[in-house]
């Protein structure tokens, strides 16, 4: 068998003209990989939403959708939310660690180089040496080099695991995407419970005010002779049960400003004296901007990440497809090994190695098949996943826009009862001063106008979190852009070290504001 390193029978060369012929043929081959080329799907969407009625646009969502309430307080506090969030600063620690992750996978595209260097200082027994002179038996040996390692992509696995890296930290980027939108919704919804909850306090103190001075009433008439002990009971209990209702309002308040903080990265009782002031509802826009379900299928970043994930586990089938053939690496070595440091790399101390290598698994094929079969199951069920997620996104906007317009009904029919049961309570009183009505009818007025406003605030507030649902469904209008701490990448034909270039959003940002 002719060695490696003998005269090439092409080149009429040493081994140097048959490592340039296997570099050559890698090149050649540098085109093919094995394994599917991965084709983006295109899943069915309807032309407009089931669900869409006359206060319904399909014209893009606008970004930042928290800035449609016009509330400061609330924009105030999504803005803070998307820096300062913990969640958020994970998530985008996490997509750092996803691109650092395939830059280091890009790397293997190139040679691996390393120096190394030494010195050893040897001493050799005089026994194991007799006659050799003391001053012999003593040696010291410095040596520097360059070790160099190269695998030839001839069947693209470092291309397929560049591939799959890549688009593995382009998963994660949507996921932090995703979790941004999830925040200022949250946020969102959270602010307006809270205005809701302060609605429902104002109401049952307001309430428990006038039928303070009910039961005063009824307890002068009780002394003057003209009431009755029933009358009075009754009055009272009323007011008491109405006021039962507020400490439980006021821990839900306490609670939810608890929540906003939290997301907002501070201590739960930061935002107390800013937020404990009432503030009214917004008033809900008389339309609703979502898009359409083809845009709502490109804008969602939570159906991007699994796209992303499908295209990973397609790229790891070449992968372990890459197993089945050979696996060629040229190694070479170069350096020095001298017996005092001022003679490294003279002419004759130079040493060097340099040659092909080659590795192949055809002896346990079944393996290789196995983790081949593997990966193409993994693909299956990211596929399963991925066409999940768009009938999940497609059902909760849906969901969402039917619930909007139905809550919006539902304030519209609990609005006019509380007028008819501010309407009632005022004739029963009027009527109960006149004779003509008993007292039963006015507690009993009373208590359905509580209700019906207490009703109506809940409703309204229910209302304002099903628009906010809407525009979390829609992914809330946000651009299609990467978010500010990942603004500038290089496309994928550039070297790995290159994927992201910068990193805007330093954790520095995260520092908290004083409340």
Not at 161 to 175: L, N, V, Y
Not at 329 to 353: H, K, P, Q, R, V
Not at 439 to 455: G, I, M, N, Y
Request: glycine share 6%; net charge negative.
């Amino acid at each position: 068998m002719r060695s490696l390193l003998s005269p090439s029978p092409l080149t009429g060369e040493g081994w140097g003209g048959g490592v340039t012929l296997l570099v050559l043929s890698a090149f050649l081959l540098s085109a093919c990989a094995v394994g599917p080329d991965y084709v983006r799907p295109q899943p069915a969407a309807p032309a407009q939403f089931e669900r869409a009625d006359a206060a319904t646009e399909t014209t893009e969502p606008v970004a930042e959708f928290w800035q449609r309430f016009e509330d400061p307080v609330l924009t105030r506090l999504v803005q803070e939310s998307l820096v300062a969030n913990h969640d958020l600063r994970g998530a985008l620690a996490r997509v750092e660690q996803a691109f650092a992750l395939a830059r280091l996978q890009g790397y293997d595209r190139l040679p691996t180089v390393t120096a190394e260097g030494g010195y050893t200082e040897s001493q050799t027994s005089a026994d194991q040496a007799p006659g050799v002179p003391a001053q012999a038996l003593e040696t010291e040996i410095y040596d520097a080099g360059a070790v160099a390692f190269w695998e030839l992509d001839l069947f693209g696995r470092v291309r397929r695991s560049i591939e799959s890296s890549r688009a593995e930290a382009a998963a994660a980027e949507a996921d932090l995407r995703a979790l941004q939108v999830s925040i200022a919704a949250e946020v969102a919804r959270s602010y307006f419970e809270l205005r809701g909850h302060q609605e429902q306090l104002r109401i049952a103190q307001d309430n428990a005010a006038n039928q303070r001075e009910t039961l005063n009433l009824t307890e002068l008439r009780l002394k003057a002779g003209r009431g009755t002990e029933f009358d009075t009971a009754r009055a009272r209990a009323q007011l008491e049960s109405t006021l039962s209702r507020i400490p439980a309002l006021e821990a839900d308040i306490a609670a939810t400003i608890h929540r906003l903080a939290v997301l907002n990265g501070r201590q739960p009782g930061e935002l107390r004296a800013e937020l404990e002031a009432s503030q009214p509802l917004p008033v809900l826009p008389a339309t609703v901007a979502v898009g359409t379900p083809a845009e709502l299928l490109r804008r969602r970043p939570d159906i991007q990440a699994a796209e992303r994930r499908l295209a990973a586990a397609t790229a790891r089938i070449g992968v372990a497809t890459a197993d089945l053939f050979p696996r060629v690496t040229i190694n070479g070595a170069y350096g020095s090994a001298a017996d005092s440091l001022g003679d490294l790399f003279s002419s004759s101390t130079e040493t060097f190695a340099f040659g092909p290598s080659i590795s192949w698994a055809f002896l346990d094929l079944g393996r290789v098949r196995s983790r081949i079969a593997a990966s193409d199951a993994a693909t299956d069920a990211q596929l399963a996943a991925y066409e999940g997620t768009v009938l999940r996104a497609l059902e909760e906007a849906e969901s969402a826009l039917v619930r909007y317009r139905k809550t919006r009904d539902e304030s519209g029919h609990l609005k006019d009862a509380a007028e008819a049961s501010t309407k009632a309570a005022q004739m029963a009183r009027l009527r109960f001063d006149a004779g003509a009505a008993d007292f039963l009818q006015v507690l009993d007025a009373e208590r359905s106008l509580l209700s019906a406003e207490d009703q109506l605030a809940e409703s309204r507030t229910r209302a304002t979190t099903a628009l906010v649902a809407v525009y979390r469904s829609v992914a809330g209008g946000w651009p299609e852009r990467a978010p500010q701490s990942l603004t500038a990448r290089k496309s994928d034909d550039d070297s790995g070290d290159d994927i992201l270039e910068a990193s805007n959003l330093s954790r520095n940002t995260a520092t908290k504001k004083e409340s």
